[in-house]
C-alpha cells in the first residue's frame, strides 16, 4: 500500500512537469500592451468674479451680474462648454457717464438681456477680431442680439446700434475665456429701439484774434483823411472865401463903372 502511494505520487509530479513542458513549448508568449495614455490635465476653474473684482473698476457690472444671476450662466459657459466665452466689460465710468436713455427704466428680464448683450458664446484671442470684422460680422450674443466689429490697424470697434466704442484693454484672455474692456455700456436696439438720440456736437475750435477794421473817415479820433472833398467844415470854409472874393469883384467893377459915367 505504501509503495502503491509512492508511485501515485512520484506520477503526479512527472505529469506537473511535462505539463509546465508543453505549456513553454507550445504557447505562443503574452502579447505586450502599450501603456495607457495618460489623462487630459483638468483646466483649472475660471472665476469670472475674482477676475471683475481685482481689474477695472468694474464693480457696477459685477454688481449687475450678481444680482441678475447672469454671473451665474457666465460661469457655466466659461467652465463647462468646449467654446468658452468672452465678455465686454465696461468700466464705472461708462456706467455713470450714461444719462440717456437710463437704465432705471428697465424690468429684470431686460436687464439680463442688456448685461448678455456684453458677451460671445465663444473664446475670442483680440487676433481673431480681424476675421470677425472681415467674414462673421455681425456676431450674435448671448442675448441674441447681433454685435458688429471692424478690425483698424488692431483696434477692435464694435457697433451695437446704439453704440460706438472700442476695446480699449484685455482684462483677460486665455482659454475659455476672454474679457475686454471697452469704453460705453453696448445698448442694443431691441430694447432700446431704433430712436436713437444724435451724437452731441463737437465743441467749436477756438476763434483767432483777428486784427480791427480799418476806422471809417469821420470817426471820433480823427484819424479820417483831411481831404477836402471829405470833410464838411473844409468845405464850408472854402466856399465863405470864394463868395467873399467874388463880392469884392462885384463892387470894384460897379465902382469903375461909375467912375467912368462920371468922368464922361
Known amino acids: 500500500m505504501g509503495v502503491s502511494m509512492a508511485k501515485i505520487v512520484l506520477l503526479a509530479i512527472v505529469c506537473s512537469f511535462c505539463a509546465l513542458y508543453v505549456d513553454a513549448a507550445g504557447s505562443p508568449p503574452a502579447p505586450i500592451l502599450p501603456p495607457a495614455p495618460a489623462p487630459a ?38 467652465n463647462n462648454t468646449e467654446e468658452g466665452i468672452t465678455i465686454f466689460v465696461p468700466k464705472d465710468s461708462a456706467f455713470s457717464s450714461l444719462k440717456t436713455p437710463s437704465l432705471k427704466n428697465l424690468t429684470n428680464d431686460q436687464l439680463k438681456s442688456l448685461l448678455l448683450f456684453h458677451a460671445l458664446p465663444h473664446y475670442y484671442s483680440l487676433s481673431e477680431f480681424k476675421n470677425l470684422s472681415t467674414q462673421v460680422s455681425p456676431v450674435n450674443t448671448l442675448a441674441g442680439y447681433p454685435l458688429n466689429f471692424t478690425d483698424d490697424s488692431g483696434t477692435i470697434h464694435i457697433n451695437s446700434g446704439w453704440t460706438l466704442t472700442k476695446v480699449s484693454s484685455s482684462v483677460h484672455a486665455s482659454v475659455p475665456v476672454a474679457i475686454y474692456q471697452v469704453d460705453k455700456v453696448l445698448l442694443p436696439i431691441a430694447i432700446f429701439g431704433t430712436d436713437i438720440p444724435p451724437t452731441a456736437a463737437p465743441a467749436p475750435s477756438p476763434i483767432s484774434d483777428i486784427a480791427p477794421a480799418a476806422d471809417a473817415p469821420g470817426d471820433k479820433d480823427g484819424s479820417a483823411s483831411s481831404s477836402p472833398t471829405s470833410s464838411p467844415s473844409s468845405s464850408s470854409s472854402f466856399k465863405i472865401v470864394n463868395d ?21
Open 41 to 78: 490635465p483638468t483646466p483649472d476653474y475660471v472665476n469670472i468674479t475674482d477676475l471683475l473684482s481685482v481689474a477695472g473698476p468694474f464693480h457696477t457690472f459685477l454688481n449687475y451680474l450678481e444680482s441678475t444671476k447672469v454671473i451665474d450662466t457666465f460661469q457655466d459657459r466659461a
Open 244 to 264: 467873399g472874393i467874388l463880392s469884392h469883384l462885384i463892387l470894384a467893377f460897379v465902382a469903375g463903372g461909375v467912375i467912368s459915367m462920371m468922368s464922361l
